[in-house]
């Protein structure tokens, strides 16, 4: 059967397995492809406005609310950004135990995407529940090692989700020895399966695909870590700016098609944040285990195949247990769990990397310490340009494929970017219609 | 040296509550835990749990509890703070009116319920109480018959825990 002459046109309203709500439309018009557009219906936008006039102390508790499955980054930027403002920076310690909430969230996001959201794609199931009949001991290792995952948010957050103990300059108690004693042991399981899982998504069937040069790269980078709390924005075109620089360089703009915010380049074109960038940026910087385990599976930063984001998820899930591990193992008592922070009036910008990319806040602060102006930047709205453009080009290559594969495959490399678009509700009314 | 102390039992009843605070009557669920736990929040017997409706989440809640009621706002077309009770393994089917939930979190329910099936991570009895909401856009409050129907379930919930204590 061919399609070359007549038009297609695929209306997804929904997208299945991405966290929340999206649609897609991919329009082929005589064998050629017009358009592909990803509508995405954006909550940030509320909260900026629900902000203004509040307290410098209360966006950290608000804005987690923007994100049932990665609050603990909505936190980190807020802190982060209010302490630039107030000219505070937190002890070393209190920056451990922020590391360590973020290994959480990391290991719990990604083996949720890793186990329900994307290996049923690459496995030829239409979900993750279908696939735990016939792969039932890696879904359960899977959800075992997510919920080790919500436990470190748990114990430093004080409850695995909306994490309460998190307050600007730090936490309003820090975890006891003997929880954390307890911590380690668990981790030291999570870290060998994580190894496991790993391997087993490493022998996943691969589309091939390249994303386009044009797409620049860009994460956040540390002088030694892996970022999740980096302290420089860096792209693979040599850009190289602290937080308050971003606006500089980038924007977001509106567009017809969606309620989310697009991001772009001032300086031009599509940039993608998220692992793969991640991992292309700062490889160098992984704990040993997951480094070596990254060049066993053949996995180098020159990797510009959106389907193994899946891998570098996996690759980061490993080195969030093994950072997680040696933080537990040398846990001391922090000499006090915050750091006071008083108001004045500034602006102060923070991000860190939440595990779809980077999340950059911005606030100006009166002299009272309330909020005059809130901007949150998500990792999903400044993905959307480039996974309209990698769709394009994915799309182009594949149109030989019936409407059924053609779809599957635009899905599946949709969730390549684990699209985070939770919080709105979750109708899932799926339609596909061909003119 | 004396043995480790045994884990203790997990607690017989889990309640979980499903919903977001800014996004009006969805909050209708939150304000529920709030009030139980005024009654129920130091009994070690009853678990009292607060979620954004991730199945796996909603799964692992319940580990170990034999009774696990779900607290959420749903929209079915019926007046505002209307309470639906619903066995958590019909949440698909149509009532004798011939109507059927709906709601922003029962299709991750039904995940959650197809996923613990799945996995036989079921508990003996496991029920969904909805309350009819109205207003589910962005902002803090719930409407007036909702924040009535939520003191109905608190009572009738507080009820059924101590029924489902009693049962054991």
Request: some cysteine; proline content about 6%.
């Amino acid at each position: 059967m061919t399609h070359e002459h007549r038009a297609r046109r695929f209306e997804v309203d929904a997208l299945a397995r991405v966290e929340g709500e999206g649609g897609l439309i991919v329009e082929i018009h005589e064998g050629a492809l017009t358009d592909v557009r990803l509508r995405i219906f954006e909550p940030p936008r509320f909260f900026e406005g629900f902000l203004r006039g509040r307290k410098y102390t209360e966006p950290a508790d608000i804005t987690a609310r923007i994100c049932g499955i990665c609050p603990v980054a909505y936190q980190m930027s807020a802190c982060q950004a209010i302490e630039a403002a107030c000219g505070v920076e937190v002890d070393p310690d209190i920056r451990t135990l922020r590391h360590l909430l973020y290994c959480g969230e990391w290991i719990e996001s990604h083996a949720l995407h890793i186990h329900l959201l994307h290996a049923p794609d690459f496995l030829g199931y239409h979900s993750g529940i279908a696939m735990a009949a016939d792969h039932r001991a890696e879904v359960e290792r899977g959800l075992r090692l997510k919920k080790i995952g919500n436990r470190i948010v748990e114990v430093v957050g004080g409850r695995a989700v909306h994490p309460i103990n998190v307050k600007v300059g730090g936490f309003y108690s820090a975890p006891s020895l003997a929880t954390m004693r307890d911590l380690a042991e668990e981790l030291r399981w999570a870290l060998q399966a994580s190894i496991d899982v790993a391997r087993w998504v490493a022998t996943f069937p691969m589309p091939l695909h390249e994303l386009p040069h044009d797409i620049a790269l860009v994460a956040l980078r540390h002088p030694t870590e892996y970022p999740m709390l980096g302290e420089r924005l860096v792209s693979d075109g040599g850009l190289n700016i602290e937080a308050h620089e971003w606006r500089d360089h980038f924007a977001e703009e509106h567009v017809q098609h969606s309620t989310a915010l697009h991001g772009r380049m001032l300086a031009g074109g599509d940039y993608m944040v998220g692992p793969l960038a991640r991992f292309a940026l700062n490889a160098d910087h992984l704990a040993p285990q997951a480094a070596a385990l990254a060049a066993e599976l053949g996995l180098t930063p020159a990797e510009r195949n959106p389907f193994r984001s899946i891998l570098v998820r996996a690759i980061e899930t490993v080195h969030a247990c093994e950072v997680a591990l040696v933080i537990a193992d040398g846990y001391v008592l922090p000499a006090r769990s915050f750091v006071p922070v008083e108001p004045r009036a500034a602006v102060g910008c923070g991000w860190s990397e939440a595990p779809r990319g980077l999340l950059w806040h911005r606030y100006e602060l009166d002299a009272d310490g309330l909020v005059v102006t809130a901007q949150i930047v998500p990792p999903t709205s400044q993905n959307q340009p480039s996974i309209e453009h990698d769709l394009m080009h994915l799309v182009e290559h594949s149109l030989h494929l019936d409407d059924a594969a053609l779809e599957h495959l635009c899905e599946q490399a949709v969730r390549n970017y684990d699209p985070c678009i939770s919080c709105a509700t979750h109708f899932l009314d799926m339609r596909v219609i061909r003119t | 040296m004396s043995a480790a102390a045994p884990p203790p039992a997990p607690p017989a009843v889990t309640v979980i509550g499903i919903g977001n605070p800014y996004r009006r009557d969805d909050g209708a669920a939150g304000a529920v835990l709030q009030r139980l736990a005024a009654q129920w929040g130091a009994d070690p017997r009853v678990r009292l749990v607060e979620l954004d409706g991730e199945s796996v989440r909603v799964v692992q809640a319940w580990e170990g509890s034999r009774t696990v009621w779900i607290v959420d706002a749903v929209r079915s077309g019926r007046p505002a703070g209307t309470i639906h009770e619903v066995d958590a393994q019909h949440l698909g089917d149509l009532d004798d009116s011939g109507k059927r939930l709906g709601g922003g979190h029962l299709l991750g329910l039904g995940e959650a319920v197809d996923l613990a099936d799945a996995l036989d991570l079921l508990p003996a009895e496991l029920r969904i109480l909805g309350i009819e909401g109205v207003e589910f856009d962005n902002g803090e409050g719930l409407s007036a018959p909702v924040a009535a129907g939520v003191a109905r379930a608190v009572e009738f919930l507080s009820n059924a825990i101590g029924a489902a204590l009693q049962n054991r």
